[in-house]
């Protein structure tokens, strides 16, 4: 059983913002300001148009090398009847464009809304979302009157304003998301953590219930994170640390196919695709005993 943790990091190669630390402000707002309940509350058309540009950011963009390496060891893993999960906290959509399949969006997805009155979920791609936030959004507008309420995205089923299904600051994650990925994690054989800080909780402890179980964990990233060795004296058997490019998981899936069908891997020019590829896929192949 394999699990695999992602964040920012993974979508870093196909240029999405965080909107995060320095210079990640939206026209002058920070998203600590806007991705709050309070801020919608109290300014609905803000919100809305920051969350459209957003939207419409993401949809111009598209998975990296990253996301398809992940597609193709889930189809690697599944093929060969074992399991498969991905947890991942970005919100950007990305890994079910890649074509990923059983994928939990801890922290919600821009391409879905729910409603405020009745909390029906749906998945929403419609550009734009209603014709109110047509040409909304831009990051230089200044000025700019606030759309009606009446006039922002609407339930169907009801009448109701909807939100972002996303997670924001100060709210809970959704339960059953999170109780399958800490499933996912306490029955795992392996374990990938790519491209996130593991800063963020409860996220940041799903890797831990894994080595916590003495589980190989490998860790992909900038650089050390909070839970790399400091955290209950846990340390991950494995970490890429340094100057690497998530898309170097690629040759994940070259090597282990070759593997399962008994021929010699491909060579690599790349030091990180070595080491990534053979290091990691050693673990994996180790442990799911495939």
């Given at each position: ?56 950011l ?49 922290h ?15 998945e ?65 054989d ?10 963020v ?11 916590r ?13 909070p839970v ?50 053979s290091?990691i896929?050693?673990?994996?192949l ?5």
């Amino acid at each position: 059983k394999v699990f695999v943790i992602t964040g920012a990091g993974i979508s870093a190669e196909s240029r999405i913002p965080t909107f995060r630390g320095a210079g990640g402000l939206w026209r002058k707002y920070a998203a600590t300001d806007l991705a709050t309940p309070e801020a919608f509350g109290n300014n609905p058309s803000l919100v809305w148009e920051f969350y459209h540009y957003r939207r419409e950011l993401v949809a111009s963009k598209s998975p990296n090398a990253g996301h398809y390496a992940i597609k193709d060891l889930e189809k690697l893993f599944t093929d060969a009847k074992r399991s498969f999960t991905l947890a991942t906290q970005n919100v950007d959509g990305l890994h079910a464009v890649a074509g990923s399949k059983n994928v939990i969006e801890l922290h919600g997805s821009l391409f879905k809304v729910r409603c405020t009155k009745c909390q029906k979920v749906t998945e929403n791609r419609t550009s734009p979302i209603c014709p109110a936030l047509a040409g909304r959004g831009a990051l230089n507008a200044s000025n700019e009157l606030a759309i009606p309420v009446s006039e922002l995205p609407r339930c169907t089923d009801c009448g109701g304003l909807l939100r972002p299904h996303v997670v924001w600051f100060g709210e809970q994650l959704d339960p059953v998301n999170l109780s399958s990925a800490e499933a996912a994690a306490a029955e795992a054989d392996v374990c990938l953590v790519v491209g996130t800080s593991s800063v963020v909780y409860p996220a940041a402890g799903l890797a831990l219930i894994a080595a916590r179980r003495g589980v190989p964990v490998a860790e992909v990233n900038l650089e050390p994170t909070p839970v790399t060795t400091t955290v209950s004296c846990v340390k991950f058997p494995f970490q890429l640390i340094g100057s690497f490019h998530v898309p170097y998981l690629t040759p994940f899936s070259r090597v282990v196919d070759s593997t399962l069908k008994g021929k010699p891997g491909p060579s690599y020019r790349s030091y990180s695709e070595i080491s990534f590829s053979s290091k990691i896929w050693s673990i994996v192949l180790k442990f799911t005993s495939i």
